[in-house]
């Protein structure tokens, strides 16, 4: 099996500082335009075995899976400080960066199933990851009428990393109760090398990750479930690049090379009513919890985005969720999730900080059969104010509206649809870290309009191809896309 994607784009964005004693005495502005191209290239291939052993469903299947992913950011800054009149505070300054990044992932797994009888399974595996990731910065700034290059930032960083890992699964279903054990083990080794400066940081250790799931049916329309779960977050290989990215001269962000893995142990007990009610209560604590954080530093006067371990992250949550068929044509599904999300590590930058807020989300999302072959769609989400580590996040709302018409002998369907109707998704936050005041404001292209255009043709009786896991899909979903 191949697969792989090209992704390539252009973007624009103007920031605004305003520079002053306080907020409403500002002495200066500083206007700074950021123009970025990019583009990522991956390409996936795997080779796959899978054979049923016997009659009873003993069945063995292996993966040898090769990635290579390549990107290329390229960006160029231009930094205008002004006086409140027009005139320039100093020359405009230029700095441009080029970032090239290759990231080569090798592994194997073979996995292993044994059906005990009819209500009973034994599963187990075996598999092994090797990531090589090399980033190469090449910063310069214009000076003197020529681009120099910039040996404050300009640097290359290489990771090495190797995950061995042995796992199992049990399952019983009895009469009306499902009971479900696993156990997986890990060997992790890895190395984050600074090139140029030569900073290195090297790992090795070993986890063990148990879960338990336990489902009882009560009657026809009640069910209940308790889960818990041990699990492994690593950082993405972007997180662990030190580099440093300017938004403009004061605000920055940088990678952290230091970034430890964070460790959940998550409980969880779900109830099911007719089939379609479905209430999920659940209580969570993240050890090392990577957390996107910003943070002052005192020497360059400025703000910088990053990622660090926090000591810990609570969660305690409640996910409602409730179908309504308000008409024969009007149907409905709301979803509600009300949180408590807490932070807490003694030592951030030099405070101690201890953030927490409970919030909600609620999403509605409305089906319409206007006539046999004519269908709407209406979605609502609505977030409230949310405390993020440190951050202050407002609330934020938004709809989306489609609608389909089904063509060609309903062969075919053409859909028009609207992202963020009335433009209204946009962030702001401001800070919730001890001694540190700012605002920010953000609005990205959030109103979007598709239509789309699909045909169905051939066989609709062909066998489907084959659903299963490759050996990479966890270390792919840490690369930026």
Known sequence: MANGYLNSGLEKANNHTSI??????VDSTLTTTNNQKSSYRNFAYNLNYKSILDTTGQELSADVDYSRYNSRDYAELVNELLFPNGSPVKPIGRLRNNSPST??????????TFPINKTTKFEAGIKSSWVETDNDLRAEEFKTNAWQNDVRRS??????ENVNAVYSNFSKQFKNTSVQLGLRMEQTNSK?????????????YWDFFPTVYIQQTLSKNHQVGVSYGRRIDRPSYDALNPFIYFLDEYTYNQGNPFLKPQYTNNYEMNYTFMQKYFLNVGYSVTNDAITEV??????????????????????????????????????MSNNLNVFHMAFETPNLNGQALKTGQTSYQF????????????????NGNYESPLTYGTLDLEERAYIDFGISKAILKKKGSLKFAVSDVFDTNR??????YPGLSYNLYQKNETQLFRLNFTYRFGKNEIKPARRRSTGTEAEQGRMKN
């Open 363 to 378: 999403r509605m999302q409305n089906n319409f059969i206007i006539m046999d072959g004519l269908t709407a769609e209406l």
């Open 427 to 432: 962030t702001r936050l401001k800070s919730a």
């Open 20 to 25: 002053g004693k306080s907020f409403k005495q």
């Open 155 to 160: 640097n290359r960083f290489v990771y090495d």
């Open 103 to 112: 990231i080569d992932i090798k592994a194997v797994k073979v996995d292993y």
């Open 294 to 331: 910003i943070l002052p530093n005192e020497e360059r006067k400025a703000l910088f985005q990053t990622n660090e371990n926090l000591q810990t992250q609570t969660v305690i949550s409640a996910n409602l969720t409730v179908p309504v068929k308000v008409k024969k044509w009007w149907t």
């Open 192 to 204: 984050g090398n600074l090139v140029t400066t030569n900073n290195v940081v090297e790992r090795s």
